[in-house]
């Protein structure tokens, strides 16, 4: 099964799963603004995806037959995404605004118990688990002119932060 976003039902991106063993397609959601697909949780029950209100974007979860919908993170004045599974499934890392610029934040899968990662001026975004669930890593244009991106990688407690690219333009 493949999961992919798409507006072949309407205005707005939605969530679709693709079974590759008959090519049949179902649509897991209507929404009135866009709706980005994450990563299928570790035992595969569960999705994450990034939603869009009229204000802000949110971490949000669903079942994988579209079920039990919901915005994950419940903070309606912040904009939230980049949702992604620790290997085991216990907590989620996310990129959040709501200590005023991008920072990474991993908060349990029943979205309680948030916790800043990165503390930097800079934008922090786009976090990935290690596949031993001890590191993430992340997107920054910190060290860079703003909007020049490399990759990063931390401890979980945000210490040990080693720059893993070199882009500089």
Known sequence: VIE???DRGGDFINIYLLN??????TRLNTADSNTFPGPFSPAGSQILF???GLT???VGIMN????????LS???????????????GKQIAFTSRMDGNNEIYIMDSVGTDVKRITNNPADDFAPAWSPDGT???FVSDRDNPSGVNNLYLMNLDGSGVTRLTNNVN
């Open 135 to 137: 590191r993430l890593a």
């Open 50 to 52: 990034t939603g869009f």
């Open 64 to 71: 994988t037959d579209g079920t039990d919908s919901f915005d």
């Open 20 to 25: 590759t063993s008959d090519d049949s397609v």
């Open 4 to 6: 992919f976003g798409s």
């Open 56 to 58: 802000h974007s949110y």
């Open 74 to 88: 419940g903070r309606p004045n912040v904009d939230e995404g980049f949702p992604t599974w620790s290997p085991d």
